[in-house]
Structure formats: C-alpha cells, structure tokens
C-alpha cells in the first residue's frame, strides 16, 4: 500500500504525499525516480480504494435510509383523517401553483 511506499522517503514528501494526492504530481517526485512513479502509482490507488469505500458507505445508508422511510411514512391517508374531512364538509385542495 501507500505506507510501504512511503518508507525511507524524505519526511516532507511522505507528509505532503499523505495530506493530498495532488502532491504526487508535482516535479519533486520525479527526482526518485522508479520510486516516485511507484509512490504515483499507489497514490492513485489509495484514492481510489477511499472513494470506491467512500461510495459503498453512502449506497448502504441510502438503503437504510430507503427501508426506513418504506416502514416508517404514513401510506395511506387515515380513515379517521377521511372521516373528519367528510364530517366538516371540507374539501381536500390542491396546492396554488406558483
């Protein structure tokens, strides 16, 4: 991964390298060489594996989040709501259009 690469690299460049990914594409790393196309390499990799876990989280809380308003919202208007409307003699509106 990242941190194997990282080891025995100046301390600047490992810290730059871990704080952005952008670092990866400035000239300094170009001066290691075979290393520094290595520490590209799984930089880029390291962002991918963050965003592809970043998006598996977000699809499981949308599906948690999709079974809970399926259990949980009202889905049909109540019997005693329609009573009450037809007690009053109101009428359900639509909404004014803008």
Avoid: H, K, M, W
């Amino acid at each position: 991964g990242l941190v194997d690469v990282l080891v025995g690299l100046p301390a600047n460049v490992a810290e730059r390298v871990q704080a952005s990914i952008a670092f990866t594409s400035s000239p300094a790393i170009a001066q290691f060489g075979e290393r520094g196309r290595q520490l590209v390499l799984a930089a880029q990799q390291a962002f991918v594996d963050g965003v592809g876990n970043a998006l598996l989280l977000a699809s499981g809380v949308l599906v948690v989040g999709a079974i809970a308003v399926f259990f949980l919202a009202p889905s049909r208007i109540r019997v005693t709501d329609a009573e009450e409307i037809a007690s009053t003699g109101a009428e359900l509106q639509a909404p004014a259009e803008a």
